[in-house]
């Protein structure tokens, strides 16, 4: 037992030494396993890491992913869910404060981007509006809806609303699908069109609604189906 014990503290000692060296040189496994020392501090992490990330690829997955899935795993309880949760959280808020400084949007992508580390693993249909002004630069961003495992029920009025208490000029729309795949329906387009309809006469635009899945995201401006 103490020659095990000295095995993996000696371990976690190379391992930050490393990391404090040459962070980027950390494989995924390892940066996880630096993560998780402080959860459980008297075991080796080595093999929950590597089953964490076999069960989530990605870290982003793994950082929203179902706290039912996650106690599914050996090893995994109420403080490595604090863990994962608190770093979660921690990225988005950095995310959306980067986006929030910046004078105005600059890049589709940047806005795709935090869309995706927001709502891509929302294990239901989540609604996410950015409120925009006169400049492109972001006023707020909110989650209005959440909706069952394959719909939410969107409704122009209260988008507009919102825009309208915030002072909007411009708002983009982004919604994920719970299944990953990002392919608009029909009712995405179709809802899309209506909100641009309504939101006409208040002199409120419809910059984009992009769908939002696990790998990748669709700008339905770019597709042309805008209306």
């Known amino acids: 037992m103490a020659k095990d014990v000295a095995h993996y503290f000696g371990h976690r000692q190379r391992l930050k030494d490393k990391f404090l060296k040459i962070p980027e040189g950390l494989a995924d496994y390892e940066l996880l ?23 989530f690829p990605s870290f982003n997955e793994l950082l929203n992913a179902d706290e039912t899935r996650l106690r599914s795993i050996k090893g995994v309880g109420d403080t490595v869910i604090l863990t994962l949760r608190l770093v979660g959280t921690l990225s988005k ?7 929030q400084n910046k004078p105005s949007i600059k890049s589709a992508k940047d806005v795709t981007t935090y869309c995706q580390q927001r709502i891509a693993f929302s294990p239901v249909e989540s609604l996410m ?21 394959d719909t939410t029920a969107i ?18 729309l982004a919604h994920n699908h719970p299944s990953g795949d990002p392919t608009p329906s029909r009712e995405d387009i179709v809802m899309t ?3 641009i309809k ?4 208040l002199n409120i635009a ?3 609604h992009i769908v939002v899945g696990h790998a990748e995201s669709i700008s339905l401006r770019a597709l042309g189906v805008m209306g």
């Not at 501090?41 to 069960?55: G, S």
């Not at 808020?93 to 986006?99: A, E, T, Y």
């Not at 006169?134 to 495992?149: A, K, L, P, Y």
């Open 129 to 149: 509006v950015l409120f925009l002004d006169n400049n492109n630069g972001i006023i707020h961003d909110e989650v209005m809806q959440r909706g069952t495992v």
């Open 198 to 201: 309504s939101a006409t006469p």
């Open 93 to 99: 808020r950095l995310l959306q404060q980067d986006i």
């Open 33 to 55: 396993e630096l993560l998780l020392f402080s959860a459980i501090p008297r075991a080796d992490v080595k093999p929950l890491a590597k089953e964490l990330l076999q069960q």
């Open 155 to 172: 409704y122009p009025r209260e988008i507009l609303k919102r825009s309208l208490e915030l002072g909007a000029s411009s708002i983009i």
């Open 206 to 208: 419809v910059l984009d």
């Open 193 to 195: 069109q209506e909100i």
